[in-house]
T-cell receptor, first 110, second 114 residues
Framework: DAKTTQPNSMESNEEEPVHLPCNHS???????IHWYRQLPSQGPEYVIH???SNVNNRMASLAIAEDRKSSTLILHRATLRDAAVYYC???????????FGKGTRLSVIA | EAGVTQSPTHLIKTRGQQATLRCSPI?????VYWYQQALGLGLQFLLW???????NRGNFPPRFSGRQFPNYSSELNVNALELEDSALYLC?????????????FGAGTRLSVL
């Protein structure tokens, strides 16, 4: 699996937008960009994924650079419940195990 | 619809004992993945079962084994427990439909080896 690079930690104030970056310079043309997050004392949960176009769902938005070498997960209004470790993972669509990096630990301050 | 369920929630064993962890996937999901999350080591892939067969295993010793039953539930067995096996063990399931590449995780079993 192609490698991703994320900042170790980020901090945000409650009710402000958060932009979580991910670099994936070796992404291949068929790799999808997936984001999962792991809340404290829980298993990871799927957040969003995309291939080339920006994507929106009820949890977040995913902005993908035109060259696809980077992407940004956007939480439009951070809440205390969004405090978690966020993982950016490249997937080629096959039924294979997820490869987790260290992710970004997001702290949300009230 | 029920999510992925794991049991027990917590398990305390002593060195040398055996541990058995169980996972029930989401209805209709045929793939089950096991991951280990040890303190400071991040999430690491352990075992993958699909349609009753072991498809792949991560870089773990043979003490870690498992199986998948005809109803697609799965069991992870850890023999000859060592202190460093203390970790959160997570199970995830996935639908066989290839375009739905999302894994759904349970809350995990926290194994403590004393």
């Amino acid at each position: 699996d192609a490698k991703t690079t994320q900042p170790n930690s980020m901090e945000s104030n409650e009710e402000e937008p958060v932009h979580l970056p991910c670099n994936h310079s070796t992404i291949s043309g068929t790799d999808y960009i997936h984001w999962y997050r792991q809340l404290p004392s829980q298993g990871p949960e799927y957040v969003i994924h995309g291939l080339t176009s920006n994507v929106n769902n009820r949890m977040a938005s995913l902005a993908i650079a035109e060259d696809r070498k980077s992407s940004t997960l956007i939480l439009h209004r951070a809440t205390l419940r969004d405090a978690a470790v966020y993982y950016c993972i490249l997937r080629d669509g096959r039924n294979t195990p997820l490869v987790f990096g260290k992710g970004t630990r997001l702290s949300v301050i009230a | 619809e029920a999510g992925v369920t794991q049991s027990p929630t917590h398990l305390i064993k002593t060195r040398g004992q055996q541990a058995t962890l169980r996972c029930s996937p989401i209805s209709g999901h045929t793939s089950v993945y096991w991951y280990q999350q040890a303190l400071g080591l991040g999430l690491q892939f352990l075992l993958w079962y699909d349609e009753g067969e072991e498809r792949n295993r991560g870089n773990f010793p043979p003490r870690f084994s498992g199986r998948q039953f005809p109803n697609y539930s799965s069991e992870l067995n850890v023999n000859a427990l060592e202190l460093e096996d203390s970790a959160l063990y997570l199970c995830a399931s996935r639908t066989p439909q290839t375009f739905l590449d999302i894994q759904y995780f349970g809350a995990g079993t926290r194994l403590s080896v004393l």
